[in-house]
């Protein structure tokens, strides 16, 4: 196809750029100064990040009196709204990229990444249809390939980028619904370690209440395989249809990875769709060790995978893989007049035929461009220091007097408790100490920390994730824990 020579500022060169009359026309040297100022703030905060709090938050109240005002008629200077957004918003937030962020699932994204964003919004890319960003749906593509090697997936295996995990769960579910003929009475199965995006997901797609099955768990909080099977054949003999199976590879809770094998053998055997839920912990398997814990995931119908956890990649990037990418084109291809235009042929593939979303971001950019920049060998160090880490933490709390490991250390997740050797408790004692340990990193420390319940047992929790994050800050966060249990077991005595 003949192109109009541009360069490398797109606007073409046979032509004088006529003078704007938008309303929004900034001059470039504004322009460049504002991304100058932008990129220097967010340098500083990167490079100041270690000697702040892990999270700054403020009430809602405070919040009113500083941002709720009706919008200005007139506009003021953008260097103005620029530092008082960078003063008074964003700082005021959990911060996922602190090296002492433990809790939910912290993210610590590369520099490219970030500048990727900002080029992709810069270029204002639509990645819906080949027509409208051939080039990024190219990238996208090449995303996907590498995603689909690293899984071990079979040649037609595909899929797409996706905002997160939730939006992988439903169009996974999507997909299961229709390969299943689209049955009145479905069924899906979890077990009641799974994330709450699947719950959402399988009413998204119509499933009643009672249809939602949580399967319970093992000692180690792994789906039980007998209780599985067994609810399965209780509900066919009540005339219900199963039409999928979400397993974890890294439970949130506990990184806890289901018996991948054994689910893929009877969801096989038994004609029902396996999704793997590796919203975070499937990038492991860009290690030796990750692919050895994850081994059988590469037989699941679907998988979810968000780069935008342990790939350290910015907000958002998740992603939705298949086994058969006909079942996603299936599911979700469909005719709209309007876009009659889009069709090349099958060799150029409308994105939006395969998920939920027409509009979609460019998301493959800043996984490409980081990729690029480091290379696989760095990503593959900076996962493995992950677990390394973890299990360093793991040990040092097993031969701790002050500390109890709840659950072994599984793909940098690490449950634990205050509970002092030789110092009797019961257990509602040993939840009160540990919800004050909680409360007083949330308040009184550099580290943030979340817990979590392991069956009915409250549970500190630590995930570590961070490239940046070493072992002194673990350390330190540890004998910290232990100081406030030994205060909060000192309350507890004197109270007795």
Known sequence: MERKNKNISGQSTLTEKSESSSEFQ?????????????????????????????????????????????????????????EQTAQDVLPIAMRLDHPRCFAFIPTSPTWPGIVAEFMAAGYNINLATWLTSSGASQLELVVIEWFRNWLGYPQGAGGLLTSGGSAASVNALVAAREAAGHPERATVYMSDQSHSAHIRAARIIGIRPEGI???????????????????????????????????????????????????????????IWLHVDAAYGGFAIVTEEGRELLHGIERADSVGLDAHKWFFQPYEAGSLMVKDLRTLEHAFAV??????????????????????????????????????????????????????????????????????????VSLGVVCFRVNPANTPL???????????????????????????????????????????????????????????????????????
């Open 26 to 82: 900034m001059t470039p040297e504004l322009m460049m100064d504002l991304a100058r100022k932008a990129a220097e703030l967010l340098v500083e905060r990167m490079e100041g990040l270690p000697e702040q709090d892990a999270w700054e938050g403020e009430f809602k109240e405070e919040l009113n009196d500083r941002l709720m005002e009706d919008p200005p008629e007139d506009g003021r200077p953008a260097m103005e709204v620029l």
């Open 426 to 496: 019961d257990e509602a004692v040993l939840e009160r100490i540990n919800q004050s340990v909680t409360a007083r990193i949330f308040w009184d420390n550099r580290a943030f920390m979340s817990s979590t319940s392991l069956g009915k047992t409250f549970s500190l929790r630590l995930c570590i994730l961070n490239h940046q994050t070493t072992w002194e800050d673990i350390h330190e966060t540890l004998q910290a824990i232990i100081q406030f249990g030994n205060e909060a077991l000192a309350e507890v005595e004197a109270g007795e």
């Open 213 to 271: 099955r949580m399967i319970p768990c093992d000692s180690r909080f792994r789906l039980d395989m007998q209780a599985l099977a067994r609810t399965v054949q209780e509900d066919r003999e009540q005339g219900l249809n199963p039409i999928a199976v979400c397993a974890n590879a890294g439970a949130s809770s506990t990184g806890a990875i289901d018996p991948l094998s054994d689910m893929a053998a009877y969801c096989e055997a038994e004609g």
């Open 335 to 408: 005719h709209h007049d309007v876009l009659q235009d889009t069709i090349w042929g099958a060799n150029h593939p409308n994105f939006s035929d395969r998920g939920l979303q027409l509009s979609r971001s460019f998301r493959a950019l800043k996984i490409w461009m980081s990729v690029q920049t480091f290379g696989m060998s760095a990503f593959r160090r900076a996962v493995q220091k992950g677990m390394d880490l973890a299990r360093q933490a793991g040990e040092y709390i097993q031969d701790s007097t002050a500390l109890e490991l709840l659950n072994p």
